[in-house]
């Protein structure tokens, strides 16, 4: 998909300010067994089209509304993702600026984990 300059835009200043990981570090990361909740920002005909077992689903539309409810301890290890990267990041920085400190985007997002061998529904 080709994004649009101000997207992009608006997408490398979030990434600028929060955390990111690659699918190697993700791997890592649950080989550790690091507690964290796995969140999937897509939309939901997205998730219903396949998504990571045992993924939260809070679409990129809801999350800010419905996070604090699902998840209100806001030092929770979140991994978000969505098809590549770009509205996880956004979604990530936005959660920071609500005081959550450890929201994290996955770079490369659902294609990345489709390739992973991560289990998937």
Not at 4 to 13: A, I, T
Not at 21 to 33: N, P, S
Not at 50 to 73: F, M, Q, W, Y
């Amino acid at each position: 998909m080709v994004h649009s300059p101000g997207f992009l835009k608006l997408v490398n200043e979030a990434k600028s300010r929060i955390q990111q990981i690659d699918i190697d570090g993700y791997k890592q990361l649950r080989a550790a067994g690091d507690p964290h909740l796995l969140v999937d920002t897509r939309e939901e005909s997205e998730w219903n089209a396949g998504h990571v077992a045992g993924a939260l689903h809070l679409s990129k539309g809801i999350i800010e509304r419905d996070i604090e409810h699902k998840v209100p301890e806001k030092d929770t290890k979140l991994v978000l993702y969505c098809g590549g990267g770009y509205r996880s990041a956004l979604v990530a920085d936005n959660l920071r600026q609500m005081g959550y400190t450890n929201a994290i985007s996955l770079d490369g997002g659902w294609r990345a984990l489709k390739e992973s061998g991560l289990p998937l529904e």
